[in-house]
């Protein structure tokens, strides 16, 4: 059994940065590639950045592009989103996700492993 706990979220002033983490439990060889995604409430969940299982590949969505970076420490079984110059629009609550592959997929039916997900404000 794999669990995956992320902490980082809160409220933060328009232009500000959070750094999320991910905490990887259990069978951490049953998680390889990582990723992030976010969604709010009545909408689809949706693909924000993933990172290969050696951190050595990164895909991140365009409208993140320049301000969310991705990256893991896998000697502590972490995987993190630092994410500056946040809008508004940010606001959602964001979810690590893991499956067994090397690379990411921007799909979120390809990830077999999931966190409870953060919540991340934005205010104006």
């Known amino acids: 059994q794999v669990t995956l706990v992320e902490s980082g979220g809160g409220l933060v002033q328009a232009g500000g940065s959070l750094r999320l983490s991910c905490a990887i439990s259990g069978r951490t060889d049953y998680v390889a590639a990582m990723a992030w995604f976010r969604q709010s409430a009545g909408k689809e969940r949706e693909f924000v950045s993933g990172i290969s299982y050696n951190g050595g590949y990164t895909d991140v969505a365009e409208s993140v592009k320049g301000r969310f970076f991705v990256s893991r420490d896998n000697a502590k079984n972490e995987a993190y989103l630092e994410m500056d110059i946040l809008r508004t629009e940010d606001t959602d609550i964001y979810y690590c996700?893991?499956?067994?592959?090397?690379?990411?997929?921007?799909?979120?039916?390809?990830?077999?492993?999931w966190g409870q997900g953060t919540q991340v404000t934005v205010s104006s």
């Open positions: 996700a893991g499956n067994a592959r090397h690379y990411p997929s921007q799909s979120e039916e390809d990830y077999t492993n």
